[in-house]
């Protein structure tokens, strides 16, 4: 009898969590920003955050390691405060938008060291390093056919702003389901 592949894994990413107050300032941003556009795609509030890794369909068999390096990553690691710009842009640019983003300022340094901290205990565990430059970012939208959100973007309208404090990394499974993803946490990790 052949086993459901389903059951044998599961969808996982790693993140820094953001407030619900805040997520739902972002959200409600967005939404108004784009709320003309049918083609683009808001991030639910409940699924607004800062991916430090996705890792996709992983085996079952490797969530306890995976927690472990996480761990081993958020216990080296001193907690500290990043900075939303309310700035908007896009990957791979502005003008072939795919995933639109808020920036990092302040602190983003200190996420990009989590990040290589992060990819260095998760290769210990044989995954494979990521191979594109990490930017630190909160991604707010996705647009299924790369276009351009330079109008949107134009007069830079100012998103929510402000300071939040990094406590700790997120270990999520991403559930996919025909309104969308929905994350459910399967391990939290506080920084010292």
């Known amino acids: 009898m052949k ?11 790693i993140a820094i969590d953001i407030p619900e107050k805040v997520k739902n300032q972002i959200y409600n941003f967005t ?3 784009f709320d003309k556009d049918r083609g683009i795609r808001v991030v639910p509030a409940s699924n607004i955050h800062v991916t430090l890794r996705f890792l996709g369909n992983t085996d ?7 927690g472990n390096a996480v761990k081993m990553t958020a216990d080296s690691l001193k907690k500290f405060r990043y ?8 990957f ?33 565990i044989k ?3 990521e191979s594109r430059k990490f930017i630190p970012h909160i991604t707010i939208a996705r647009i299924r056919d ?21 406590n700790g990394i997120t270990l999520f499974e991403s559930k996919l389901r ?15």
């Open 92 to 124: 791979p640019s502005l003008r072939r938008a795919r995933v639109v983003f808020m920036e990092i300022g302040d602190g983003d340094t200190q996420i990009s060291e989590i990040y290589n901290l992060l990819d260095n205990n998760l290769s210990k």
């Open 3 to 13: 086993e459901d592949k389903n059951n044998l894994e599961k969808r996982l990413f």
């Open 146 to 166: 790369k276009r351009s959100i330079e109008k949107f973007t134009g007069g830079n309208p100012a998103g929510p702003n402000g300071w939040l404090d990094c």
């Open 178 to 192: 025909s309104q969308g993803a929905e994350y459910c946490v399967i391990g939290r990790f506080n920084l010292k």
């Open 127 to 129: 995954i494979r390093k």
């Open 31 to 33: 939404a108004d920003l």
């Open 83 to 90: 900075r939303m710009t309310g700035r908007v842009s896009a």
């Open 60 to 66: 079952i068999s490797k969530i306890q390691k995976i």
